[in-house]
């Protein structure tokens, strides 16, 4: 597993030591268990059901092991500096709200996770941040989602697996059209997508990502509510070559944003020197990828 070379705050987020547990524990949607890691005692990796869920370094919030969430890094210190809202759909270890809040201090969060017990543990044993700087909300991610107000998140972040597939509700066209409702003008999409040759998962999320529309006062609008798409991961994943992960990036439109391409371009030299490097398809590509995918929508109902 590569590891991140971020290591610019090394002061604990907190200065409790927690003890951690031995074994499997049991939850309201099955176990978790932290399980060490060999070569340095202070971190951890949680096991969600017997998945890989987060790693977690408890001394340094900003070491992040998992290459997509170090890819997600890069984009999230590609916005504006200063203090950011961001809404979780999925919790976990709370890996990427803990880097939030040493990188960007002052920051909101919101952590969804259906699993009440889950989320009770890991503020006790990771000592998360407290309210208002980071709430735990035992809530379904689309649930959650839909109870939030208009244009007031920076960043929306799916990372959501049950148990190691992303739950379909929140993949279709109306589960993006309540996260663009949610993002500020300029605000950033990023969702965790597992799946490997021939990338079916990726093709229909983003053949559903370039099909959503403007949503306003009820009625559906022409124009696409994205600035900019884009796919990132490590080139063997995009090519089908192996199994893992991409994520999928989506900018919200703003007037006063740059053309297409132009933001997103900036981040192309971080990625490429991450311990893994990562590369970016951009809308062209992805128009291709999916040409011959439908779009993920819910269930018809009534």
Same mark, same amino acid.
């Given at each position: 597993m590569a590891r991140s070379s971020r290591r610019q705050n090394q002061n604990p987020l907190t200065s409790r030591r927690p003890e951690l547990p031995v074994g499997p524990v049991d939850i309201a949607s099955g176990t978790v268990e932290l399980v060490a890691d060999r070569d340095d005692p202070r971190a951890v990796t949680v096991h969600v059901n017997g998945v890989p869920s987060s790693y977690v370094h408890l001394d340094d919030p900003t070491f992040l092991a998992f290459e997509y969430m170090q890819q997600m890094a890069c984009l999230i210190d590609a916005l504006p500096a200063g203090p950011l809202s961001v809404i979780h759909v999925g919790a976990a270890g709370c890996s990427l709200a803990r880097y939030v809040a040493a990188e960007r201090p002052g920051s909101r969060q919101v952590a969804l996770d259906p699993d009440p017990t889950l989320l009770e543990l890991v503020r006790g044993w990771f000592d998360l941040p407290r309210a208002?700087?980071? =709430?735990?909300?035992?809530?379904?991610?689309?649930e959650g989602l839909v109870s939030l107000r208009d244009s007031s998140a920076d960043v929306i972040i799916r990372d959501a697996f049950a148990p190691d597939t992303t739950p379909r509700h929140l993949t279709t066209l109306e589960f993006l059209t309540e996260v663009a409702r949610v993002l500020r003008p300029g605000g950033l999409y990023l969702a965790n997508i597992a799946d490997r040759a021939p990338l079916t998962l990726t093709r229909s999320e983003v053949a559903t990502a370039l099909q959503a =529309?403007?949503?306003?006062?009820?009625?559906?609008?022409?124009?696409?509510?994205?600035? %900019?798409?884009a796919v990132v991961a490590e080139p063997a994943v995009l090519k089908g070559r192996r199994y893992g992960n991409l994520v999928l990036v989506a900018l919200r439109a703003d007037e006063d944003?740059?053309?297409?391409? @132009?933001?997103? @371009? %900036?981040?192309?030299?971080?990625? =490429?020197?991450?311990?893994?490097?990562?590369?970016r398809l951009g809308r062209v590509d992805l128009t291709?990828? @999916?040409?011959?995918?439908q779009a993920l929508l819910d269930p018809a109902t009534g």
């Amino acid at each position: 597993m590569a590891r991140s070379s971020r290591r610019q705050n090394q002061n604990p987020l907190t200065s409790r030591r927690p003890e951690l547990p031995v074994g499997p524990v049991d939850i309201a949607s099955g176990t978790v268990e932290l399980v060490a890691d060999r070569d340095d005692p202070r971190a951890v990796t949680v096991h969600v059901n017997g998945v890989p869920s987060s790693y977690v370094h408890l001394d340094d919030p900003t070491f992040l092991a998992f290459e997509y969430m170090q890819q997600m890094a890069c984009l999230i210190d590609a916005l504006p500096a200063g203090p950011l809202s961001v809404i979780h759909v999925g919790a976990a270890g709370c890996s990427l709200a803990r880097y939030v809040a040493a990188e960007r201090p002052g920051s909101r969060q919101v952590a969804l996770d259906p699993d009440p017990t889950l989320l009770e543990l890991v503020r006790g044993w990771f000592d998360l941040p407290r309210a208002p700087e980071l =709430r735990l909300r035992a809530q379904d991610g689309r649930e959650g989602l839909v109870s939030l107000r208009d244009s007031s998140a920076d960043v929306i972040i799916r990372d959501a697996f049950a148990p190691d597939t992303t739950p379909r509700h929140l993949t279709t066209l109306e589960f993006l059209t309540e996260v663009a409702r949610v993002l500020r003008p300029g605000g950033l999409y990023l969702a965790n997508i597992a799946d490997r040759a021939p990338l079916t998962l990726t093709r229909s999320e983003v053949a559903t990502a370039l099909q959503a =529309r403007e949503h306003v006062a009820g009625r559906t609008e022409t124009r696409s509510p994205w600035a %900019d798409l884009a796919v990132v991961a490590e080139p063997a994943v995009l090519k089908g070559r192996r199994y893992g992960n991409l994520v999928l990036v989506a900018l919200r439109a703003d007037e006063d944003l740059a053309p297409r391409d @132009s933001w997103l @371009s %900036d981040v192309d030299r971080p990625l =490429r020197v991450l311990p893994v490097p990562a590369t970016r398809l951009g809308r062209v590509d992805l128009t291709q990828l @999916s040409a011959a995918a439908q779009a993920l929508l819910d269930p018809a109902t009534g």
